[in-house]
């Protein structure tokens, strides 16, 4: 299994709402990272977790909300979005924080 | 800080080769590398050099100068599938976190 899968690969929510993002990878990746990326943009480094543990917060509000249950898998919890918030997310992962990433196809996220 | 220079917009023509630049500047520099990104898809890794010199897989070659903080991706044969968005991005070292940051990204038109 070579993939990082991401669920939804779409989601619409209000501003009220609180959704999940969720991201899994079965490659023995010990490092996983959340990306933003608007369009035309290059990808904005969100979150970096290390061997399960958070090492990287890219002062992001805190209306999202990482988590890392275990090795495998990456959510990232949403709470009272602004519609600026609408943007593409992308899960990464790599064999270590040195190394290089992969991506999943992300979630197209719409703030409404 | 880390930062990333390439060109906007790059075209060419079938068949042709083409040669995108990315100049970077980073501390604890660890690694450049390039990923592809279609309208609408998630970035693809293309390839990674943490050593001077060239790297070849396929009709992509990608090539770096630590001395210069220099690399660039090379495109032979272009075909109409290649027209896509091409990133450089660039793993540096910061309180003890490798920290990948991705240049702005360059739009390659391939025309027949």
């Known amino acids: 299994d070579t993939e990082v899968t991401q669920t939804p690969k779409h989601l619409v929510m209000g501003m009220t709402n609180k959704k999940s993002l969720k991201c899994e990878q079965h490659m023995g990746h010990r490092a996983m990272y959340w990306y933003k990326q608007k369009a035309k943009k290059p990808p904005e480094l969100m979150f970096v977790?290390?061997?399960?543990?958070?090492?990287i917060n890219e002062s992001v509000p805190s209306r999202f909300s990482p988590e890392c249950p275990n090795s495998s898998l990456l959510n990232l919890h949403l709470h009272a979005l602004q519609p600026e918030d609408s943007a593409l997310y992308l899960c990464?992962?790599?064999?270590?924080?040195?190394?290089?990433?992969?991506f999943g196809q992300g979630t197209r996220l719409t703030v409404v | 800080g880390q930062s990333l220079e390439q060109p906007s917009e790059v075209t060419a023509v079938e068949g042709a080769i083409v040669q995108i630049n990315c100049t970077y500047q980073?501390?604890?520099?660890?690694?450049l590398s390039w990923y592809q990104q279609h309208d609408g898809g998630a970035p693809t890794f293309l390839s990674y050099n943490a050593l001077d010199g060239l790297e070849e897989t396929g009709r992509f070659s990608s090539f770096l100068s630590r001395s210069d903080s220099y690399g660039y991706l090379l495109l032979q044969e272009l075909q109409m599938k290649d027209s896509a968005s091409y990133f450089c991005a660039v793993r540096g070292l910061s309180g003890g976190s490798y920290i990948p940051t991705f240049g702005r990204g360059t739009s390659l038109i391939v025309h027949p």
């Open positions: 990464a992962s790599s064999y270590r924080d040195n190394t290089e990433a992969f």
């Open positions: 980073t501390s604890g520099f660890y690694g």
């Open positions: 977790y290390s061997y399960e543990k958070l090492s």
